[in-house]
């Protein structure tokens, strides 16, 4: 009697790039979105950082608005209407949320898209066309991209907690605080990780 695998070997999957209008719609708003969380934490107002969340001193920096704790009903107002609107967008238009702005897709999209330019149209990564030492060259290079990225997005993302000018000196003379530290490694560890 023969004996017959219950499994099958994994085949390479090659995804092809996607073109269209509504794949258009959706990597200008990724662009948009992308673009909002970098920049954000950069533009000053009256002096100040125009959009932080000043947890050391309890208070939300918002365009020369200070809002105190006291004032944080108006901000869980705000999120609670803001997630309503989620709510009602996705039952009506289920991938709104999913395929447009979930930050999620998002950076999965970047990731995917520093994969095709370093390996091509194709994910050509485990053809024989491409010398051993080639594939591993290329697969450190799109390590180093990711962790780069990984590390850009935690800074910025730690930005919005510490005022990014000051976090930014302090990174450059390599003396940056150590809970800053810590949290940028956490979520440039858990971003490269999710990429």
Not at 134 to 147: R, S
Not at 178 to 193: A, V
Request: charged residues 15%.
């Amino acid at each position: 009697m023969e004996n017959v695998s219950l499994y099958k070997r994994h085949k390479i999957i090659n995804n092809d790039p996607v073109s269209g209008k509504f794949n258009k719609i959706r990597l200008t708003s990724m662009f948009f979105m992308t673009l909002t969380f970098f920049i954000l934490p950069w533009i000053n107002y009256e002096g100040k950082q125009a959009f932080l969340f000043d947890l050391s001193c309890t208070r939300f920096y918002f365009f020369g608005s200070i809002f105190w704790p006291q004032d944080f009903i108006l901000l869980a107002i705000l999120c609670i209407i803001g997630v309503l609107t989620l709510f009602i967008i996705t039952v009506y238009a289920g991938r709104v949320w999913c395929g447009f702005l979930c930050p999620q897709s998002i950076w999965i999209k970047i990731a995917v898209f520093i994969n095709r330019k370093i390996y091509g149209k194709k994910n050509k990564k485990n053809t024989h066309a491409d010398s051993k030492l080639n594939i591993l060259k290329k697969t450190i290079l799109k390590h180093i991209l990711w962790i780069s990225f990984s590390m850009i997005t935690a800074f910025t993302f730690v930005g919005y907690f510490v005022p990014i000018n000051f976090l930014y000196n302090n990174a450059i003379s390599i003396n940056i605080w150590y809970w800053s530290f810590f949290w940028i490694f956490f979520f440039s560890s858990l971003t490269y990780i999710n990429i």
